[in-house]
Antibody
């Protein structure tokens, strides 16, 4: 059974760095074809793809946010970490992590429940 | 890049056919994926690679793509299909950077 769960601070101040952790089970990110992405959704707004890390440690970032994002993985802990620097109130959103298994193409087949992060002083 | 444009809202009566479109310049070369998101829940894929339906998704959901437009069709729409629908695809330069459309609110009334 595949599960993912996001964790991190619910509230961050402007200019701070956000660190979110996606802890997953039911698959290994060292297995060929496995990928984990971060996706966010501001309240009442659309989904936005942020970053992805692959089984071979390849990393990809949103063009518009790449200077602020870092994605990494700890295979032994079954975790993927996303850091976002210089947080701003517009970054207030629910942050999701989601799995892709390349045997199913680029589908996000499993999602976490999401973690709401509010940016406010 | 690959921007995807969706209508903000679509309304249908129960039993009718709903069509939600997604336009993007890279869609002739890239697959479209469709996600359904109900209030307070994480998205769920209903169509992948333009027209494939995952197991467990009702047959009334179908997808197609032609030129720069992908379409999600819900035949015999049911009240429980009321949700936000997002198309998704990848950057025109590679298959690595993702992009979502702005979402379409489907109202069934």
């Amino acid at each position: 059974q595949v599960t993912l769960k996001e964790s991190g601070p619910a509230l961050v101040k402007p200019t701070q760095t956000l660190t979110l952790t996606c802890t997953f089970s039911g698959f290994s990110l060292s297995t060929y074809g496995m990928r984990v992405s971060w996706i966010r959704q501001p309240p009442g707004k659309a989904l936005e793809w942020l970053a992805r890390i692959d089984w071979d440690d390849d990393k990809f970032y949103s063009t518009s946010l790449k200077t602020r994002l870092t994605i990494s993985k700890d295979t032994s802990k079954n975790q993927v970490v996303l850091t976002m620097t210089n947080m701003d109130p517009v970054d207030t959103a629910t942050y999701y992590c989601a799995r892709t298994n390349s045997s199913s193409g680029l589908v996000f087949d499993y999602w976490g429940q999401g973690a709401l992060v509010t940016v406010s002083s | 890049s690959n921007e995807l444009t969706q209508p903000p809202s679509v309304s249908v009566s129960p039993g009718q056919t709903a069509r939600i479109t997604c336009s993007g310049d890279a869609l002739p070369k890239k697959y479209a994926y469709w996600y359904q998101q109900k209030s307070g829940q994480a998205p769920v894929v209903v169509i992948y690679e333009d027209s494939k339906r995952p197991s467990g998704i009702p047959e009334r959901f179908s997808g197609s793509s032609s030129g720069t437009m992908a379409t999600l069709t819900i035949s015999g729409t049911q009240v429980e299909d009321e949700a936000d629908y997002y198309c998704y695809s990848t950057d025109s330069s590679d298959n690595h950077r993702g992009v979502f459309g702005g979402g379409t609110k489907l109202t069934v009334l």
